[in-house]
């Protein structure tokens, strides 16, 4: 059973330029969540979701960032015009559900460096 | 708002020394776990722990959980190279997305 995927693993975008980061999930988990880790720091929060529908996005910045998970294929955390300050690494981790038993499963992560 | 953190954030020490790193979080949750990272890399699931006075060990580490105080901690025993990593502890927000909210984490270097 192939774990939580992420593509691509290094992405270098100059500012003002688009990230597009692809998460597959664990086969059988519906649930995504976003994280993101700027350097020597923990990893925070940013967007919850379920197949189509966006749960909880309340660590989301306001502008530049969007997450979809359609009905089919992976899950995109959308950047755009990216800044110097969105180099990051960006974890996503999936589950089954929300309730005890949904331990979450991180991926790889994807490292985002802005020029 | 669920806040959890870490002391220390660096620790240095020596080999076959033993030590201890805490974790507060200041409101109540119903999973908390740990995870350890080593550079450049994702987060290694190392413990979950579900309730009050739950006590959990893999090798040279064990860690323990005190809801009433909400306090975790996770102790090395006889420390080795190997263990030289970044140790985070992530609490379950438990109210609505049930996201984890990480401590800032400790990074721990064990010198030969």
């Known amino acids: 059973n192939a774990g939580v995927m992420q593509n691509p693993r290094h992405l270098v975008r100059r500012r003002g330029q688009e990230a597009r980061l692809r998460c597959s999930p664990m086969?059988?988990?519906?649930?995504v969540y976003w994280y993101r880790q700027l350097p020597e720091e923990g990893l925070k929060f940013m967007v919850y979701l379920q197949k189509e529908n966006i749960i909880d996005e309340s660590g989301m910045p306001k502008e530049r960032f969007s997450a979809e998970f359609p009905k089919e294929g992976p899950s995109i955390l959308r950047i755009q015009q990216v800044v110097r300050g969105d180099s990051a690494a960006y974890f996503c981790a999936s589950s089954l559900g929300v309730t005890s038993a949904g331990e979450q499963y991180f991926g790889p992560g994807t490292r985002l460096t802005v020029t | 708002e669920l806040k959890v953190e870490q002391n220390p954030l660096f620790l240095s020490m020596q080999e076959g020394k033993n030590y201890t790193i805490y974790c507060n979080y200041s409101t109540t949750s119903d999973r908390l776990y740990w995870y350890r990272q080593d550079p450049g890399k994702s987060l290694e699931s190392l413990f979950v722990l579900l309730s009050n006075g739950a006590v959990k060990q893999e090798g040279r580490l064990m860690a323990s959980l005190d809801t009433k105080a909400r306090l975790s901690t996770l102790h090395i025993t006889a420390a080795v190279h190997d263990l030289s990593a970044t140790y985070f502890c992530a609490v379950v927000y438990i109210q609505g997305a049930q996201k984890l909210v990480f401590g800032q984490g400790t990074r721990l270097t064990i010198n030969p």
């Open positions: 086969k059988g988990h519906s649930h």
